[in-house]
């Protein structure tokens, strides 16, 4: 029985991925700030302020999947905030890999962003060679990655799955899509012309287990489905799915700017992302497709 470590194992998609895990015969082991015996899954104490991990969290593992980090869209991004979503990432990468030492892994597996090419609107497809953006969140992704390399001592097989907007049944992105829509006041956002990457969460979560058990899959992938919809686009057939009507004008983008500042660009802009490399992998999507996502999950 493989052992997988999991850091955020508690949020949106390391829940998930636990109980795939758990049901193909892996055993799952969590990292939390805080254990009190309760826990679904056994899980172990660490603490970036304290440097500290429960050593006993190494023991047997085969497989470190990183997914811990601030979730970027919560609140303005004041100087401390953009302090705690980079360490919240990268810092706790380092730690992971200073407490682990020389122990070997079959494989290194950590979350990313589509944030890596920049919040630019343009009709661009961006594809896993082309270069990274110049903004604060897109340098993110890129410390997020180059900070994978630590772990080059532990594993030859290193993997980082750019990850786009995760639709779920609770919580994440759709929820906050949907809310104003089922009210009767849903809209698109700024242009509405900025695209909206997208991939359910069981298409995210198998590709965390094709990234596990397929070990031709080594280094950068885009984790977003096959259609390529803007944020009008998305707005029309979440509204299609809930059986409402679209009566509100367009949110302007200076509104969003005053209540989110820097934040609103992750909101307001955005680009096409490419997803040919993981499916020359051998990874098939799912819901390659939005209204049967949607279907599935409304």
Request: hydrophobic share 40%; aromatic share 8%; with cysteine.
């Amino acid at each position: 029985m493989k052992q997988i470590l999991i850091t955020g194992g508690s949020g949106l998609v390391g829940t998930r991925l636990s109980e795939i895990l758990t049901e193909k015969g892996y055993a799952v082991r969590h990292l939390s700030r805080t254990v009190n015996g309760n826990e679904k899954y056994l899980t172990f104490r660490w603490d970036l302020a304290d440097k500290f991990i429960d050593p006993k969290a190494f023991e047997g593992i085969h497989i470190i999947i990183h997914l811990a980090g601030t979730n970027v869209s919560s609140g303005r991004w004041t100087d401390a905030k953009k302090k705690e979503i980079l360490s919240s990432r990268i810092d706790t990468m380092h730690l992971l890999q200073e407490k682990l030492q020389n122990q070997k892994l079959e494989a290194f597996i950590s979350a990313s962003g589509i944030s890596y090419y920049g919040t630019e609107t343009t009709e661009k497809t961006f594809k896993e060679t082309d270069p990274a953006g110049t903004d604060f969140i897109a340098q993110v992704s890129v410390k997020w990655e180059a900070a994978c390399d630590v772990f080059k001592t532990n594993t030859d097989r290193i993997i980082a799955l750019r990850t786009g907007i995760v639709l779920s049944r609770e919580g994440g992105a759709l929820a906050k899509l949907k809310q104003p829509i089922k009210m009767g006041i849903g809209s698109p956002l700024g242009s509405g012309k900025q695209y909206m990457p997208w991939i359910h969460l069981e298409d995210l979560c198998l590709m965390y287990v094709a990234a596990i058990e397929n070990t031709a899959i080594k280094g950068i992938y885009n984790a977003v489905s096959d259609q390529h919809i803007n944020n009008a686009g998305m707005t029309k057939v979440i509204a299609d799915v809930l059986n409402k009507k679209l009566w509100a004008p367009a949110v302007p983008a200076f509104v969003l700017k005053l209540l989110f500042g820097e934040m609103a660009n992750i909101i307001l802009k955005g680009s096409r992302i490419d997803n040919e490399k993981i499916k020359a992998a051998g990874f098939q999507f799912k819901y390659p497709q939005l209204k049967p996502a949607l279907e599935d999950l409304l």
